[in-house]
């Protein structure tokens, strides 16, 4: 099992970017999948996390993050609207997953820079 993370860059204030979470190899179900971030120094922090009963964003991007999501693939999408130069950071997709065994495991992604130009 894998995830995979795209979609980071570099970006002027007030843009726009969108990040890809795609879950592969044999998965069950997919419990809850969301994004965390990561500044040098600090603790890594929850962004947006989203499962079949809810969507949760923090408060600091509430309004201006969304996350959409492809079940087909298996893929959610993280998009990011009037970005900050506070929201540069690593982010990172995480999932809870359900393999076909029935256990339930926590999966990261690897980590992409957003970088927000002021």
């Known amino acids: 099992v894998q995830l995979q993370a795209s979609g980071g860059g570099l970006v002027q204030a007030g843009g726009s970017l969108r990040l890809s979470c795609a879950a592969s190899?044999?998965?069950?179900?997919?419990?809850?999948m969301g994004w965390y971030r990561q500044t040098p120094g600090k603790q890594r922090e929850l962004v947006a996390i989203t499962s079949s009963r809810s969507t949760d964003y923090a408060a600091s991007v509430k309004g201006r993050f969304t996350i959409s999501r492809d079940n087909a693939k298996n893929t959610k999408y993280l998009q990011m609207n009037s970005l900050k130069p506070e929201d540069t950071a690593v982010y990172y997709c995480?999932?809870?997953?359900?393999?076909?065994?029935?256990?339930?495991?926590?999966?990261w992604g690897q980590g992409t820079l957003v970088t927000v130009s002021s």
């Open positions: 995480n999932a809870r997953l359900t393999l076909p065994d029935l256990t339930v495991r926590h999966y």
């Open positions: 190899g044999s998965i069950f179900s997919i419990n809850a």
